[in-house]
Each structure stands twice: as C-alpha cells, then as structure tokens.
C-alpha cells in the first residue's frame, strides 16, 4: 500500500517534504495505525504519538486524506491510494506527524473544564436525577483529540483568542452540570468577542469528530444559555427596581 | 432582553445579535420586494420611479441598506481579523472600509429620499 507522508526534523531539515512508502502490509493490518506501525519498523526515524489503539486516549490524531482523524480506528479499507498523511494543521509541528497542542490545551483550560461547586462536600456524593445525568451525554465523551479544534478556520486564524469547539463544547459540558454553580462566570468568560463568536458554524468540527459527537451544536446551545442569562438579569433588575419604589 | 443584549455588557453577542437581526431585517426586505415586484412588475423606467414612489418604501429600502452596511461592516471586519495579520494594513483596510461604507449609506439616502 501506498503512502506519503510529511516529514520534518527541525534539528536536520531546512523545511518540510513529502516521503513515500510502499509497505506489504499483513493481512492483522487492519487500521491506519497498524501500518504506520508497519512503516515504522522499516523507517525508525518517522515519528507520530500513539497509546491506547482503540479510540479512547486521542493521541494519534492526524490529518489523513485531507481530513482530521484517529490512525487508530480508520479503516485502511477506507482509504485511497497513495495515502496522504500530514500533521493536525493549525498546530506548531514538533517533528513529523507530533503537533505541539500546548495552545489546546491552554484553550481548553481557560474553559475550567471542572466542577465549581461551593456547597460543602457531602459525605457520599453530589447526585444527580437520571435526566440531569442525561444531559451530559453527546458531551462528556470527548477524548481531547484536538481533531475538531484543528479543522476549525477560526482557530487557525486565532487560535490566543477562538477557545475552539473542544473548549468550547466542555465549556457548555459543566455549564448544564446540575451539580456546577458557575454558570453565570462561565459565560461571562466566554463574552469576549473572540472567544465563542468566531464560530461561523462551518461543521468542520462535526464532521471529523471521531466520537461522532456535535461540538457546533453545544456552541449554539451556549448561546441560548446567554438568552437565558439576559433574561434573568432582567427580571432581577425589574424585581431590584419593585423592591426599591417599595 | 434583546436590547439588554446589543448593549456594551455582552460585546461578543451584540455583534453576533446584530448581524442576525440585521440579517433577519434584509431577509424580510427582499420578500416584500419579491411580492411587490411580481404584482407591479416595474418593466419600464417608470415603472420603476413608481416602485419607489411610496414613503413607506422607500424608507424600508433605507433601513434595508443601513442592515446591509452593518451586516457588511461586521462580516468584512471579521475577514480582515482573520485574514490580514499586520495590524498597520488592517488598521488601514478598516479605515477604508468604514469610508466606503459611509459613502454607499450617504449615496442611498440621497437615491431614496433626496
């Protein structure tokens, strides 16, 4: 099978290249991992991350044929020839297929992707109704990949500023967390004009997700959030304003 | 609460609402127009002087050329953001921008009610 592959070594190349390969791949070579692998043991100098193998840890996310996905559950079977594989655009290249996701990560930090909740603990748990927990799904599955992110025009362009749809969708994750207090915060981070609205609803995002999951419409759902927020602001006001005529 | 929401406190989305209602303004214009254009079918010069003869009209015509200008001054400021890194050029594109679109407000309220 036929491949190209992007390479660069920033210690020994002036500037990227396309490396072919034809590799026999065995007939247990059933993913795109498995022949990167395969690569590998002919070419020890091609670098790209891995770990889990099966979807979950998010590692071996790579721009494959032109679009983002996980090496590790796309199907050789599915891909055409010669196959092109290239780094996460949008991210500074470490070496080869390894993107440095540090502004990812920074992203998505600055969502706080984390319980705020002032109650004080109490002695089992903090429960939720079944439809609470509910509401999580579609959200908490999210495996940080960075696919998404990295297919999304506007991070490109702004990446300090556009949280991007993974932050963006964790960000909407704890805002609907029946057990989370900081909401009101949560979108009030999220107002500058940069940070949530550079989303023009392209579906980059959507459609590469390897979890199949829907980062523009928890986007959209955030806004509807700020309607809410708006809204209550205003009838405390009102109710602020009856108390003082009072 | 929309009002509450084109204020300065949600500076994300007063530009977003904005360019939505903006949108919204133009996209109820251009029906209007599209009924009035296939009642009166304005073939002839006119014809069409007639077509712009209603008041009502032609100020709707107008509030639908201020949503185009804010539509177009928030869409091509985005572009600019996005697509023309060095501060100096865009500061001078923005600058131009805001020029031209001045004008083109000026000329259609001089086309409509002058």
């Given at each position: 099978m036929k491949f190209s592959i992007y390479r660069f070594n920033p210690d020994v190349d002036q500037k990227p290249y396309m490396q072919d390969y034809d590799v026999v791949l065995e007939d247990s070579d059933q993913m795109l991992l498995d022949a990167?692998?395969?690569?590998?043991?002919?070419?020890?100098?091609?670098?790209?991350?891995?770990?889990?193998?099966?979807?979950?840890?998010?590692?071996?996310?790579?721009?494959?044929?032109?679009?983002?996905?996980?090496?590790c559950i796309t199907k050789l079977s599915d891909l055409e020839e010669p196959v092109v594989l290239r780094p996460m655009p949008g991210l500074p290249v470490i070496r080869d297929l390894v993107v440095d996701m540090t502004q990812f990560f920074e992203n998505y930090n600055s969502v706080k992707p984390y319980l705020v909740n002032n109650d004080p603990p109490p002695e089992t748990e903090r429960l939720q109704s079944p439809e609470d927990r509910a509401k999580l799904d579609g959200l908490y599955e999210c495996i940080l990949c960075g696919a998404c992110t990295t297919s999304c025009p506007s991070f490109w362009w702004n990446p300090d500023k556009f949280v991007g749809p993974a932050g963006l969708m964790q960000a909407y994750r704890f805002m609907v967390d029946s057990r989370d207090q900081d909401i009101d915060e949560r979108l009030e981070n999220l107002e500058a004009p940069d940070r949530l609205y550079r989303c023009h609803n392209i579906m980059n995002c959507v459609e590469v997700c390897p979890k199949k999951l829907n980062p523009s419409a928890a986007i959209a759902k955030i806004k509807d959030l700020k309607f809410e927020q708006a809204r209550e602001h205003k009838s405390q006001a009102k109710k602020q304003i009856a108390i003082k005529s009072v | 609460?929309?009002?509450?929401?084109?204020?300065?406190?949600?500076?994300?989305?007063?530009?977003?609402?904005?360019?939505?209602?903006?949108?919204l303004v133009m996209a109820i214009y251009c029906v209007i127009a599209l009924i009035r254009f296939l009642v009166l079918q304005p073939n002839y010069y006119e014809a069409w002087v007639d077509f712009f003869q209603p008041w009502w009209w032609r100020l709707a015509s107008l509030l639908f050329w201020m949503s185009l200008l804010i539509h177009a001054w928030l869409g091509m400021r985005d572009v600019f953001k996005d697509y023309v890194p060095n501060p100096n050029i865009r500061g001078v594109l923005v600058k131009l921008l805001v020029v031209v679109l001045w004008l083109y407000l000026a000329w259609a309220t001089w086309l409509l009610l002058g």
């Open positions: 990167l692998l395969r690569i590998k043991d002919l070419d020890d100098s091609l670098s790209l991350r891995k770990s889990c193998r099966e979807g979950v840890c998010g590692s071996d996310s790579m721009n494959i044929n032109g679009k983002n996905g996980l090496a | 609460m929309l009002i509450e929401l084109l204020t300065k406190r949600y500076p994300g989305m007063r530009a977003w609402l904005t360019q939505r209602l903006s949108g």
